[in-house]
């Protein structure tokens, strides 16, 4: 009876994965050969080189709807800038906030959703979400890489063997989005407090070289040197949209 309880919850663990992962994928017609390893990567800030002399009053590009919405103890954001609200391309910088004001740590060339943006995420839509959400969950299919996040190693992060061959290292690893999800369990939690149709299942995942059904990707080094930073401690956000909508 034990064993059949295990294999049971094993079972649900995997199925929710499967439908979890759906909401990440690309289409098969825009697979690429690669994951964009390295591409357009500044792993010391927007100007490629030490960030230390570079103090920031507010996020760059931010307005103030979306900055009066950054939790005041944050001291780490991800800015996710889309580059159109149709545009599936975008660039990931990490922030960190010290006694001097916001300094940039890294930037990199990254993915959207591959229809663009959207500020009334619904189920299939394949557009990302607009705003600004909670990062504090962590896992994928590889061992933890070093990030201080709670991390769910587990192989029902496998896509499934029929999605395109460019997508199979997508979520080796991934850090959940705090959109329409319950914060503090695993990305594989398919739990939408907000109901199925808003969607869910957005990560921050490895890229595979083109749009994504919701999520936002990045190459592995740029996921790898995202997950050593994140520190829940300094209560992480992530703040995601097209340009003008961040700006707005």
Known sequence: MRRAGRATRAAAVAAAGLVLVAGCRGSASEGGSDDG????????????????????????????????KIPADSRQVVAVYGQGPDSPDATVMLYEKGAKGWEPKGSWAAHNGRRGWTADHREGDKRSPVGVFGLTDAGGVLANPGTKLPYTHSAAFTPPPYWPKSTRHDFDHVVAVNYNRVKGTSPLDPTRPEGQAKGGGIWLHLDHGSGTSGCVSVSRAGMVALLRALDPARHPVVVMGDKARLSG
Do not use: C, F, M
């Not at 990567?41 to 709807?65: F, K, M, Y």
């Open 37 to 68: 390893e390295g591409k357009g990567e500044r792993p010391g800030g927007p100007d490629g080189g030490a960030s230390t002399t570079t103090h920031l009053r507010n996020i760059p590009q931010v307005g103030a709807t979306l900055r009066s």
